[in-house]
């Protein structure tokens, strides 16, 4: 970045992570305004999203810190390009992950736009993660790992353009998450030892499924193992994921001796066209190792696909250590990805995310 100083709109969630961003920037001498976004409004006023008492401790935050903040409704958006989608894929029996969804049709563009009409330089968030901008690698920007390798988000991130990551600033990008909490200790901010937010605000603490029947409908049918034995019923594939062993309602298999194995249930399967939900006993069932997929929805990062000739790290989900693997293209277009040691639980719907040591190259959806 520059260093003359700038006019930076930040994202200013209520918690200590967008907090420290807007006043690591305000220390460096910014122009900074604070931004609340409020992206879902059914049922915000119950017991599951905090919507409120987050702009409270956004307010309290910018007022610590010595900056305006604004609050501004993107519900709307959020609805028609990220809830929407969400569900159309639920409904497909896939699982979704609407907060890589989130980041790039809300935080990073709806947030952006309403930032340039304020006359915004460049945008700032809370995410753990770096953008190296300049013309060292041919004008390219990078998204790059946050240094907090228990924190970094760049899995979350992975579909951001070169014109998004043109305009946008991760200050805490080389902190650690208790760093970032002795930050705020020291600068008395309120919401220093808050605690961090989990899942996604629409959903919140609640139970996940009692949500999901409310938009789509319980379509039963059996679970079976591989055998085709029947061992329970499931309320609506849409309700499970590949890998998941709460709330399957089995317990222990009997064999012809009366013996029963106590081995956990996990759901290997789902075959949507007869509406059966595969199980198998054992964490490491073979069923549960996939040595490749394909992924479809691509983004890439630098805004050209990699080279097929090279090596490269892959997570599945968030949290996951890298995988090493080789990638290549089918006829459609589709990204290939071939493990070197076969992974568990690959689920549809997912995020397939790409790096090339600690650049995040980008992915696709694994189909």
């Given at each position: 970045m520059n260093c003359s100083l700038k006019r930076i709109v930040v994202g200013m969630s209520g918690g200590v992570d967008s907090s420290v961003a807007a006043l690591l920037l305000k220390r460096q001498g910014h122009e900074v305004i604070g931004l609340f976004m409020k992206n879902w409004e059914d049922d915000d006023d119950d017991e599951y999203c905090s919507t409120r008492e987050d702009l409270i401790d956004a307010v309290s935050a910018a007022e610590t810190i010595g900056v305006d903040i604004e609050a501004v409704n993107f519900a709307a958006e959020y609805k028609n390009r990220v809830f929407a989608e969400f569900l159309r894929e639920y409904q497909a029996g896939r699982t979704p992950n609407p907060d890589v969804l989130c980041n790039a049709e809300i935080k990073?563009?709806?947030?952006?736009?309403?930032?340039?009409?304020?006359?915004?330089?460049?945008?700032?968030?809370?995410?753990?993660?770096?953008?190296?901008?300049?013309t060292a690698h041919g004008g390219r920007h990078e998204l790059l790992r946050?240094?907090?390798?228990?924190?970094?988000?760049?899995?979350?991130?992975?579909?951001?353009?070169?014109?998004?990551?043109?305009?946008?600033?991760?200050?805490?990008?080389?902190?650690?998450?208790?760093?970032?909490?002795?930050?705020?200790?020291?600068?008395?901010?309120?919401n220093h030892a808050k605690k961090d937010s989990t899942g996604i605000c629409f959903i919140g603490e609640r139970?996940?499924?009692?949500?999901?029947?409310?938009?789509?409908?319980?379509?039963?049918?059996?679970?079976?193992?591989?055998?085709?034995?029947?061992?329970?019923?499931?309320?609506?594939?849409?309700?499970?994921?590949?890998?998941q062993r709460q709330g399957l309602g089995i317990g222990g298999r009997r064999s012809v001796d009366g013996n029963v194995n106590g081995e956990a249930w996990f759901v290997a399967e789902k075959r949507i066209a007869e509406n059966s939900l595969i199980v198998v006993q054992g964490h490491d069932h073979p069923l549960l190792l996939k040595p490749e997929?394909?992924?479809?929805?691509?983004?890439?990062?630098?805004?050209?696909?990699?080279?097929?000739?090279?090596?490269?790290?892959?997570?599945?989900?968030y949290r996951q250590h890298d995988a090493r693997c080789r990638i290549g293209f089918d006829a459609s277009g589709a990204l290939e990805v071939r493990f070197e040691q076969p992974q568990r639980a690959i689920t549809p719907g997912q995020s397939v995310v790409l790096y090339d040591g600690e650049v995040c190259l980008g992915g696709g959806i694994i189909q």
């Open positions: 990073f563009k709806a947030f952006l736009d309403h930032a340039i009409k304020l006359g915004a330089d460049y945008i700032a968030t809370g995410h753990y993660a770096r953008v190296r901008h300049g946050g240094l907090d390798t228990g924190k970094d988000q760049s899995y979350f991130l992975h579909r951001l353009t070169q014109a998004q990551l043109e305009k946008t600033l991760f200050p805490l990008g080389e902190l650690q998450k208790s760093t970032v909490r002795e930050i705020a200790r020291d600068a008395g901010l309120a139970p996940f499924r009692e949500f999901l029947a409310r938009y789509l409908p319980r379509t039963p049918g059996p679970m079976l193992t591989p055998e085709g034995q029947r061992v329970g019923e499931h309320m609506g594939l849409s309700y499970y994921t590949i890998g997929l394909h992924a479809a929805d691509l983004a890439w990062t630098r805004a050209t696909p990699p080279a097929t000739d090279c090596a490269y790290g892959a997570k599945t989900r």
